[in-house]
């Protein structure tokens, strides 16, 4: 079965430092993988994803992450903390080898970021 | 472009009672998805629709069902509404699902409260 963990429901940052969210997955094949962001009463919206080419991605705000498949993981940073970092993040998968959408989210994790 | 939009924005229905929300993808995707958002069970996978058939398919019962029009439009229906059905419910369109690497976008959800 594939799935997603998010290791930390909640991560508190003071403004300048950096910010790490911690994403592993489980799939017994090479999986697409996502992080969102959500700000309150919000919808979603697409930080990154990683699609088999480069393992460090880049996305938008200054985020990246590293695919990392020794240790299934993607986890998520920022070297500086902005106050307007602080939503809640979703890793997730796309579970569909086939054509099609189905992604599997992460619990999420909600980024504090003091000033 | 216009990003995803949905309608309503907000609901407030009784028990038993059926309701339809709609959802309009960014013109010229024909992958619609679905989305239920709670506190309890996070995101949660409900349906994706292509080409006006659904493509892939949630662990939700068959209360909850959609359809897709030919112009890529989608509504979702859920009949006799439970208190638990109270969510927010997040469309995302993406060009044409064609591999799991496809960037979903989403809309901003409509929150919808069962008393």
């Known amino acids: 079965a594939q799935s997603v963990t998010q290791l930390d429901s909640h991560v508190s940052v003071s403004e300048g430092t950096p910010v790490l969210l911690r994403c592993n997955y489980s799939?017994?094949?090479?999986?697409?993988l996502f992080w969102y962001v959500q700000h309150p009463n919000k919808g979603l919206q697409l930080l990154l994803k990683y699609t088999s080419a480069a393992t460090l991605v880049k996305g938008i705000n200054g985020f990246e992450a590293e695919f990392k498949k020794s240790e299934t993981s993607f986890h998520l940073t920022k070297p500086s903390a902005h106050m307007s970092d602080a939503a809640e993040y979703f890793c997730?998968?796309?579970?569909?080898?086939?054509?099609?959408?189905?992604?599997?989210f992460g619990g999420g994790t909600r980024v504090l970021v003091k000033p | 472009k216009a990003g995803v939009t949905q309608t309503p924005r907000y609901l407030i229905k009784t028990r038993g009672q059926q309701v339809t929300l709609s959802c309009s993808p960014i013109s010229g995707h024909r992958s619609v998805s679905w989305y239920q958002q709670t506190p309890g069970q996070g995101l949660q996978f409900l349906f994706e629709?292509?080409?006006?058939?659904?493509?892939n398919k949630g662990n939700f019962p068959g209360r909850f069902s959609g359809r897709q029009f030919s112009n890529s439009r989608s509504e979702m229906n859920v009949s006799t509404l439970e208190l638990g059905d109270s969510a927010l419910y997040l469309c995302?369109?993406?060009?044409?699902?064609?591999?799991?690497?496809?960037?979903?976008?989403f809309g901003p959800g409509t929150r919808l409260t069962v008393l």
């Open positions: 629709y292509f080409s006006e058939t659904q493509r």
């Open positions: 799939s017994s094949y090479s999986p697409s």
């Open positions: 995302a369109s993406s060009s044409d699902g064609r591999g799991s690497t496809d960037t979903q976008y």
């Open positions: 997730a998968v796309n579970l569909s080898r086939a054509a099609g959408n189905k992604l599997t």
